[in-house]
């Protein structure tokens, strides 16, 4: 085909495209390149708006004090997001394929708006119970599954070698939304009231959903094989993996959205360093938390690439077990810079996490594959398929570590005042994390046992 026939080729924006070649030079230098760039942009935006959305009661939490609920209390509503977004991945993993990416995100940006249009009707009313505040957390882990369908949906636009560079711009841009949520927050709400933490928003989102009717596109040769998954499930590497997402990515959100509510009770003298106090406005701390995380992610990824993945997991989880300890230190000291310094390398550290165990999922299933596929085109296919729908599993089953985090917290101060038992429960799952990397991916046994982990640097 030469350049003006795939040019006359090109589809009509914001229609389903039935002639999708990413992998052809020719197609993608005269179409694909700028068809897949336009919708990278507007699934990055509506991502972006996924996060906030689903992070934003970690900022509104603290300043529900007029409603006078405990601490175990507000940990619960911080916590419902995270729960039911973790929920939501799975599904919302096969949405793109089934509706169309164009067609779904339209939707998945669209239903952004029932979050924050009831937050800012409930904080209005002062008699608002405390069942309705949890039902509307709830429906802001709405936000958390778009990071799926997100994914999944840019996955089919761009050929397998930029694929890593557009999934992990994509990831980024939406894990960002963490941050500027905390970031901006605490001056829309001292400025314009407490309501405006979830009017603010609704702009964007309609932005969000008209360019993504305008601008994007549907692909029809886009598939999604439930069946796949179910395989993959009753693999025994898919849950090792989940498990080791709960310590990284899990960590990274569920640290991320625990910090202010936790600065508040373990630190109340330091609340106006992490939200607007009395009306004043104040500069947050909050932001720098998943700020960093977010952008060390792609360090753990290029650490992983160089090294293997196991081994920077492995370490990962050993200093995230120290640092853990550096910050139930700062908590029975009451040292709050010492608690913020660790608290920020903590995170930090998961954001390594997060990139090196990303690596390891396509590395291990390729590995597996071509210890029982001969052909070694095939096992490379097989893997790919393989890791693709484990890693719809892996993501979701590992958000639930901010779920975790944050009820573990939230129990640990009704319990004792202190966020120190948790802290020290945490590091334990890390070192058993670390335990069970070395164990199945690193120790020359756990090789022999996994046939085809050996000949790779998984």
Not at 129 to 134: A, D, E, G, M, R
């Amino acid at each position: 085909m030469t350049v003006t026939e795939v040019e006359q080729a090109a589809p009509p924006r914001g229609r389903w495209i039935t002639d999708w070649r990413p992998d052809d030079p020719a197609f993608w230098a005269a179409t694909g390149r700028v068809v897949a760039r336009r919708n990278l942009i507007w699934s990055i935006f509506a991502e972006h708006l996924g996060f906030t959305l689903w992070t934003v009661w970690s900022i509104v939490a603290v300043q529900l004090g007029a409603y006078k609920f405990s601490v175990d209390q507000l940990f619960w509503i911080v916590s419902l997001p995270n729960l039911v977004g973790s929920a939501l991945r799975i599904p919302y993993t096969f949405a793109p394929a089934r509706f169309g990416g164009r067609n779904f995100t339209v939707v998945s940006a669209g239903l952004l708006l029932i979050p924050a249009v009831a937050l800012a009707v409930a904080v209005s009313d002062p008699a608002t119970p405390y069942w309705v505040f949890l039902l509307i957390a709830a429906t802001a882990g709405l936000g958390g599954g778009n990071f799926a369908s997100s994914m999944a949906n840019i996955t089919y636009f761009y050929p397998r070698a930029r694929q890593g560079w557009a999934l992990g711009l994509n990831a980024a841009g939406g894990n960002v939304g963490v941050s500027s949520v905390q970031l901006v927050m605490p001056l829309v709400i001292a400025g314009l009231g407490l309501a405006w933490a979830g009017l603010f928003w609704v702009p964007l989102i309609l932005l969000a959903a008209i360019g993504a009717y305008l601008f994007m596109d549907n692909l029809s040769t886009a598939t999604a094989n439930p069946g796949e998954m179910a395989k993959v499930a009753l693999k025994g590497q898919t849950w090792i993996m989940s498990v080791l997402y709960i310590g990284t990515f899990g960590s990274f959100i569920g640290y991320s959205t625990a910090f202010p509510l936790l600065v508040k009770s373990q630190f109340p003298e330091q609340t106006p360093l992490i939200t607007a106090a009395k009306g004043q406005l104040a500069l947050t701390l909050a932001f720098t938390i998943p700020l960093i995380g977010s952008l060390i992610r792609p360090a753990g990824g290029r650490l992983a690439d160089r090294l293997g993945g196991a081994r920077v997991t492995v370490v990962t989880f050993a200093l995230m077990a120290g640092v853990a300890g550096l910050v139930w230190a700062g908590v029975v000291q009451h040292s709050f810079w010492l608690f913020y310094g660790a608290y920020v390398v903590l995170v930090g550290l998961a954001g390594v996490g997060n990139g090196s165990t990303y690596r390891m999922i396509p590395a291990i299933f390729t590995a597996k594959a071509a210890a029982r596929i001969t052909d070694a085109e095939e096992a490379v296919k097989v893997g790919r398929r393989e890791a693709a729908a484990a890693i719809g599993i892996i993501s979701s089953i590992g958000a639930f570590g901010g779920f975790f985090i944050n009820r573990g917290f939230g129990s640990s101060i009704a319990a004792t005042h202190s966020a120190g038992p948790a802290l020290v429960a945490f590091a334990a799952f890390y070192v058993l994390c670390l335990g069970l990397t070395w164990f199945c991916y690193l120790r020359t046994a756990g090789a022999k046992r996994a046939p085809g982990l050996a000949a790779v640097r998984v």
